[in-house]
């Protein structure tokens, strides 16, 4: 009796409610997709963290970052910029209604108490700008730091990698409290030698693509294998992105750097493995 008086009721309680609800939900994200894409994408991506889905047994390799770029990049038309020390914040920024920005604690590193304390600061007008304000540095650290400097998160105001990091080291050592002005002229200082004992140096790209893959997960200005571009497509060769980005995933050949191998035990105690495909 109590089944056959439930049974009625399965036709307008949860079935009905449950499907009007995710079609409400459905079409508020489509409506923000469509017609505001880049805060959409900045949104979703500043709700999503920057690490490896979790399986029962380690990481199944996916990182949901990663997707969502590729789905602003690829399926909305919008360009994804790396962290910049001015354009960048705690969580994803929209630029204009063409472009996002990275949020600054994206950098593996970087950390959320440091992202809003650089944040506060904005804008510097120069790197001597930066070390002259009053930023808390026992948040701001070392390794925050190096972080932003070796991820070109300070391109815009001093695109010379290695010799910012030299003179960064130097200026850590020893660093000097006084008025804006004299805590600016110290770091220029100390930034002026370096250039003179080492000169203007930077990585080059290998490095920096190697940089990315150990403080953002994965490539993301590019990739070892843009310097393969003629032999794939003449080999017509398809990027992991054109294979899936549909519901019905395509047959073909692709192409990538081998970034990680994790092998894994099925309940049948066969082995599997998951590749991390850049």
Not at 43 to 57: F, P
Not at 107 to 127: H, L
Not at 237 to 259: A, E, F, H, N, Q
Request: proline residues 3%; charged residues 30%; aromatic residues 12%.
């Amino acid at each position: 009796e109590l089944v056959n008086a439930m049974a009625p009721a399965a036709e307008y309680s949860f079935n009905k409610s449950h499907s009007a609800s995710y079609a409400i939900s459905a079409q508020q994200n489509m409506y923000l997709k469509h017609y505001h894409p880049a805060d959409y994408a900045a949104a979703y991506l500043t709700r999503t963290r920057n690490e490896e889905k979790k399986a029962k047994k380690g990481t199944t390799g996916e990182n949901k970052v990663l997707k969502y770029i590729n789905m602003a990049k690829h399926e909305m038309g919008l360009e994804v910029i790396r962290p910049d020390i001015n354009k960048s914040g705690f969580g994803w920024r929209v630029v204009d209604d063409n472009t996002i920005a990275a949020s600054l604690n994206f950098i593996k590193g970087v950390g959320d108490s440091a992202a809003p304390i650089i944040e506060q600061f904005q804008p510097y007008t120069s790197i001597g700008d930066f070390f002259a304000k009053d930023i808390t540095w026992a948040r701001v650290n070392k390794k925050v730091m190096e972080a932003l400097i070796k991820t070109g998160a300070f391109d815009s105001l001093y695109p010379h990698r290695q010799t910012l990091l030299a003179a960064y080291t130097k200026w850590n050592a020893n660093k000097k409290q006084g008025t804006y002005e004299e805590k600016k002229a110290f770091f220029e200082k100390r930034l002026t030698d370096i250039e003179h004992d080492i000169g203007l140096v930077d990585f080059d790209d290998d490095q920096k693509l190697e940089i990315e893959l150990e403080l953002f997960g994965f490539y993301f200005s590019g990739s070892p294998m843009d310097k393969y571009e003629k032999v794939i497509k003449k080999l017509k060769l398809k990027s992991i992105v054109d294979l899936t980005k549909s519901k019905r995933w395509k047959k073909g050949s692709t192409y990538g750097v081998l970034t990680k191998v994790h092998e894994h035990k099925t309940k049948k105690e066969n082995t599997m493995c998951f590749l991390g495909l850049s």
